[in-house]
T-cell receptor, first 112, second 108 residues
Framework: DTGVSQDPRHKITKRGQNVTFRCDPISEHNRLYWYRQTLGQGPEFLTYFQNEAQLEKSRLLSDRFSAERPKGSFSTLEIQRTEQGDSAMYLC??????????FGPGTRLTVL | QQPVQSPQAVILREGEDAVINCSSSKALYSVHWYRQKHGEAPVFLMILLKGGEQKGHEKISASFNEKKQQSSLYLTASQLSYSGTYFCGGYNDYKLSFGAGTTVTVRA
């Protein structure tokens, strides 16, 4: 097992464009999490899936953000009508139940 | 509400010890510790569960006082590789809330 992977690693987009990120968790992990991290801060929770069900969403996740995890495997995070304030590192993590979460390398988003 | 970490930063010489503290105002199911190096993803170090169970690795140990909702991470005989930002995460309501981090610099 190669761990959690994310694609793309870097994304530069213009304000107003839509972007989609992908996360492939560790295969036997049933939980998947999305976090956002800005410079000098710890990761902030965005949303969480248990298998294919999205069970928790942060108030940080505006209507422009949507996440899916079809068939309980990989997950996608889409941001519509991007704003400059969306620039951040988007981290995905997976875990087996409530135990340790393993993070992917992240997708760094820059909105111009 | 995110946990509060202290100190914000610490500078060590190789072989010295340090303690990083993390406190939460709400009851936690578990405390998770991570280390992040610049430009990289956080790397799992240690999980402390209610009831005293711990899982971790390396020469890093930690404690969790459930009554006070406080955790401490102990860096013993520090090595250059210990440099990075350490985050504690409080696990509750199905999610981790991370502190602002403690930046550790280990110098030769």
């Amino acid at each position: 097992d190669t761990g959690v992977s994310q694609d793309p690693r870097h994304k530069i987009t213009k304000r107003g464009q839509n972007v989609t990120f992908r996360c492939d968790p560790i295969s036997e992990h049933n939980r998947l999490y999305w976090y956002r991290q800005t410079l000098g801060q710890g990761p902030e929770f965005l949303t969480y899936f248990q298998n294919e069900a999205q069970l928790e969403k942060s108030r940080l996740l505006s209507d422009r953000f949507s996440a899916e995890r079809p068939k309980g495997s990989f997950s996608t995070l889409e941001i519509q009508r991007t704003e400059q304030g969306d620039s951040a590192m988007y981290l995905c993590a997976s875990s087996l139940d409530t135990y340790e979460q393993f993070f992917g390398p992240g997708t760094r988003l820059t909105v111009l | 509400q995110q946990p509060v970490q202290s100190p914000q930063a610490v500078i060590l010489r190789e072989g010295e010890d340090a303690v990083i503290n993390c406190s939460s105002s709400k009851a936690l199911y578990s405390v998770h510790w991570y280390r992040q190096k610049h430009g990289e993803a956080p790397v799992f170090l240690m999980i402390l569960l209610k009831g005293g169970e711990q899982k971790g690795h390396e020469k890093i140990s930690a404690s969790f006082n459930e009554k006070k909702q406080q955790s401490s991470l102990y860096l013993t005989a520090s090595q250059l590789s210990y440099s990075g930002t350490y985050f504690c995460g409080g696990y509750n309501d199905y999610k981790l809330s991370f502190g602002a981090g403690t930046t550790v610099t280990v110098r030769a």
